[in-house]
């Protein structure tokens, strides 16, 4: 609920504590305070998703790895050291390949983190926390009514947004209250 202070702007009340306390999930997830203590990344909106730079970065140092290997390859081949030239043919072979797929993960990390923005940004963006008891709310109910802890909270956004399974245990392990749905558009078992 939202009444008007003193000063004309709009204060957000916690169904719970009431007035005071209530700071949009935005607000606090981009205050340091609340990076430091970790209340930010309770709050998040979706995981970490490794950036393009990153990705990069990794490919980079993997054909740099599968260079050394074709360089032992090529060594073995002058020396005439057959064992060097398999040991290398194989190392660079292994790191090319291990490269790829770690990038491709990170790649499809990047693309379901995408995926699911919009669905999360309509459970999160409207979204309040409560400094004095520590819940996260709508106000006016919408889109999901009552107060709940940042680990329900986190699951109910993460599962919306199809990134259920990387939720860690202790949110993975929060109670939904009673008929509010986890998973995409609210669906049983995507938790």
Not at 41 to 67: I, K, T, V
Not at 164 to 191: D, M, V
């Amino acid at each position: 609920m939202a009444t008007q202070s003193a000063h004309g702007a709009a204060e957000v009340r916690c169904p719970g504590c009431g007035p005071g306390g209530a700071r949009a999930v935005p607000e606090v997830c981009a205050d340091p305070a609340a990076r430091r203590e970790g209340l930010a990344d309770r709050l998040a909106r979706s995981p970490e998703a490794p950036s393009r730079f990153d990705s990069g970065l990794h490919f980079a140092e993997g054909m740099l790895m599968a260079a050394v290997g074709i360089a032992l390859a090529c060594g073995g081949i002058r020396g005439g050291k057959p064992l060097f030239t398999a040991g290398g043919s194989l190392l660079a072979v292994v790191l090319f390949v291990g490269t790829l797929v770690v990038v491709r993960g990170e790649i499809r990390e990047r693309a379901l983190v995408a995926a699911g923005a919009p669905r999360a940004e309509a459970l999160w963006r409207p979204a309040y926390h409560c400094t004095g008891c520590g819940s996260v709310f709508c106000p006016g109910g919408t889109p999901w009514p009552g107060r709940l802890t940042p680990e329900q909270f986190r699951k109910l956004v993460w599962t919306e947004a199809g990134h259920g399974p990387q939720l860690e245990e202790r949110a993975a392990e929060a109670e939904l209250p009673p008929g509010l749905q986890a998973g995409p558009t609210g669906s049983p078992g995507h938790a």
